[in-house]
């Protein structure tokens, strides 16, 4: 389980993945517990290695020795069918966790994950108007009033920032390509849907294609009307397609034609056509 706070806030919010969650550390726990595990077989030797170990040291061989191995052997059969029983549960809720993440759960993550960005970023808001222009820590004391404070507080944000963003990567990873989410994020389109990146000032665009975020680019983003988490991954990749201009819409006739062949022209007569004069004179 991931220690990013904004990830399992997210997951909090479907009921199937909290239940599956809570009966694995339950599982867990009860495993732990148990400890190691002797087998059946080797409880049984113990007994008998026990008892001789104690003979040769001037004991005598125990009666009931049959009885004693055999409870031993009961008594390890039901430990180590627990420790199955809890292993087979354990892999079982964290196979049915990865389905889980990987299908609507997902989508329901992620829109808890995009109501907790917009209500971040309206925390944001507040003191960022109170900067009055304000575009770095030597600027807001200069201007003085409440921008120190607000550039402060603006600065404790950045990780909250970065736990929302961490958490919408790491949701939308298992619904796709790694390496493809990486690459969309690398365009900027993991910050904001339907921008015009070539329209966004070149450090903003570093934090945004980057995820190296500072007071200034948290500042930019919560102005932002189109600041988001995508539900899906097909939702972000949408967001890369190319515009190849408007589709030519005419009919193309793909009927085949035959053309017909000419016919060939008449052969040309020469003298050697004509018949000799073959008369005596």
């Known amino acids: 389980m991931s220690n990013n706070p904004e990830f399992r806030a997210a997951w909090s919010a479907v009921p199937d993945v909290v ?12 495993r732990r517990a148990l400890g190691d595990v002797l087998s059946p077989d080797l409880a049984r030797r113990k007994v008998f290695d026990d008892a001789v170990t104690a003979m040769r040291g001037g004991a005598e061989f125990p009666d009931g020795i049959g009885a004693r191995a055999a409870d031993a052997y009961r008594n390890a059969l ?7 029983g809890l292993s087979e549960g354990v892999w079982s809720l964290r196979a049915h966790l990865e389905y889980l993440r990987g299908t609507d759960g997902a989508e329901a993550a992620l829109e808890a994950l995009g109501r907790r960005l917009a209500e971040f970023l309206a925390d944001v808001r507040k003191p960022a108007t109170e900067l009055n222009g304000a575009r770095s820590t030597e600027e807001a004391i200069h201007i003085g009033g409440k921008a120190p404070a607000a550039w402060k507080k603006l600065t404790e944000m950045l990780g909250t920032l970065r736990n929302i963003r961490q958490a919408q990567f790491d949701i939308l990873r298992p619904l796709g390509d790694g390496h493809r989410l990486q690459e969309l994020r690398a365009k900027g389109y993991f910050e904001a849907a339907g921008i015009a990146l070539d329209g966004v000032p070149a450090d903003i665009l570093r934090s945004m294609t980057s995820g190296h975020y500072d007071v200034r680019y948290l500042v930019c983003i919560a102005a932002l009307p189109n600041a988001w988490v995508p539900t899906s991954f097909d939702e972000l990749e949408a967001e890369d397609v190319v515009d190849c201009g408007v589709p030519d819409d005419s009919v193309i006739d793909y009927t085949l034609r035959v053309d017909r062949i000419p016919d060939p022209p008449a052969p040309k007569r020469t003298d050697a056509e004509r018949a000799p004069d073959l008369t005596l004179k």
Do not use: G
């Open 19 to 30: 239940h599956a969650e809570t009966q694995l550390r339950k599982l867990e726990e009860r």
């Open 78 to 84: 039901e430990a180590e069918s627990e420790a199955l």
